[in-house]
T-cell receptor, first 112, second 110 residues
Framework: NAGVTQTPKFQVLKTGQSMTLQCAQD?????MSWYRQDPGMGLRLIHY???????DQGEVPNGYNVSRSTTEDFPLRLLSAAPSQTSVYFC???????????FGNGTRLTVT | DAKTTQPNSMESNEEEPVHLPCNHS???????IHWYRQLPSQGPEYVIH???SNVNNRMASLAIAEDRKSSTLILHRATLRDAAVYYC???????????FGQGTRLTINP
């Protein structure tokens, strides 16, 4: 019963590097989303998807790309990492727009 | 997005009830009141949600004021594992987006 799985757990990047944060869920949820959490702050929505092939921007989308080719996977791409993107990233999924969100345990990213 | 106001921190003792308040004076008729909590080094965890009536589940109870401008999350018998940051969030019906504030950091004393 894996739920929402995020990889890697930790990552260090140099400024300008690119990488993909992986998120997979095994609950057949239609809705998936990415949040970032800066120290001492609440979560802010980056991008979300209401189903395969459909994505939309959240509050803080700049510097990030997403795609949703399957129901299970929702990867988050950092195009050119910047120190301001140092944060903990959480992926979440839900059955519908009204149902509770299930969160992964996060990816802690440091950009130097 | 309608906002919520919560105390920054609260403290309680183990095995005692805890009442976590939340004010949401600008709530709209279609906003559900959601509560999530975040344990150290983990992702947020759903606790409970409601629209107008009080709600109970195995984790907690949610008491909603008659005018819906405030609500209270009730942990009936706190344990050390309940120490976490608790977020009160308004979520429009059908909306995917959750707007997190800074939440209430709950400390449980043994």
């Amino acid at each position: 019963n894996a739920g929402v799985t995020q990889t890697p757990k930790f990552q260090v990047l140099k400024t300008g590097q690119s990488m993909t944060l992986q998120c997979a869920q095994d609950m057949n949820h239609e809705y998936m989303s990415w949040y970032r959490q800066d120290p001492g702050m609440g979560l802010r929505l980056i991008h979300y998807s209401v189903g395969a092939g459909i994505t939309d921007q959240g509050e803080v989308p700049n510097g990030y790309n997403v795609s949703r080719s399957t129901t299970e996977d929702f990867p988050l791409r950092l195009l050119s990492a910047a120190p301001s993107q140092t944060s903990v990233y959480f992926c979440a999924s839900s059955w519908s727009g009204d149902s509770p969100l299930h969160f992964g345990n996060g990816t802690r990213l440091t950009v130097t | 997005d309608a906002k919520t106001t919560q105390p920054n921190s609260m403290e309680s003792n183990e095995e005692e009830p805890v009442h976590l308040p939340c004010n949401h004076s600008t709530i709209s008729g279609t906003d559900y009141i959601h509560w999530y909590r975040q344990l150290p080094s983990q992702g947020p965890e759903y606790v409970i949600h409601g629209l107008t009536s009080n709600v109970n589940n195995r984790m907690a109870s949610l008491a909603i004021a008659e005018d819906r401008k405030s609500s209270t999350l009730i942990l009936h018998r706190a344990t050390l594992r309940d120490a976490a940051v608790y977020y009160c969030i308004l979520r429009d019906q059908g909306a995917q987006k959750l707007v997190f504030g800074q939440g209430t950091r709950l400390t449980i004393n043994p």
